[in-house]
């Protein structure tokens, strides 16, 4: 069973910086490729970065490029996202996701794809 959970988020005042964690069990975490999404009150669910231990490929949304950065750890089965000069429209709660049958991040990354989820961490930016 695909289990995945996130840590890390809180309050952070804009300009400052985050590291999320997503810790995953269940799979072979290698072979696949785990989302960061996150959803603002409100809005939709939305695709921030992706990684995959399969073909390497990395992927980041347009709003978070040269900001956050993505990254993983084989030997604690985990992925980092790791998130600087953070804005009050980066408000949301942040979720990781993986499927057994998505192993790159190569093609679009929606919300569609990714069947396993975790529990999500809250980030607020506020001053």
């Known amino acids: 069973e695909v289990q995945l959970v996130e840590s890390g988020g809180g309050l952070v005042q804009p300009g400052g910086s985050l590291r999320l964690s997503c810790a995953a069990s269940?799979?072979?975490?290698?072979?696949?490729?785990i989302g960061w999404f996150r959803q603002a009150p409100g809005k939709e669910r939305e695709a921030v970065s992706c990684?995959?231990?399969?073909?390497?490929?990395?992927y980041y949304a347009d709003s978070v490029k040269g900001r956050f950065a993505i990254s993983s750890d084989t030997t604690r089965n985990t992925v980092y996202l790791q998130m600087n000069s953070l804005k009050p429209e980066d408000t949301a709660v942040y979720y990781c996701?993986?499927?057994?049958?998505?192993?790159?991040?190569?093609?679009?990354?929606?919300?569609?794809?990714?069947?396993?989820w975790g529990q999500g961490t809250q980030v607020t930016v506020s001053s």
């Open positions: 996701a993986a499927d057994l049958w998505v192993r790159t991040c190569a093609v679009v990354v929606t919300t569609t794809r990714f069947g396993s």
């Open positions: 269940g799979f072979p975490f290698d072979d696949y490729a």
């Open positions: 990684i995959s231990g399969n073909d390497g490929s990395v």
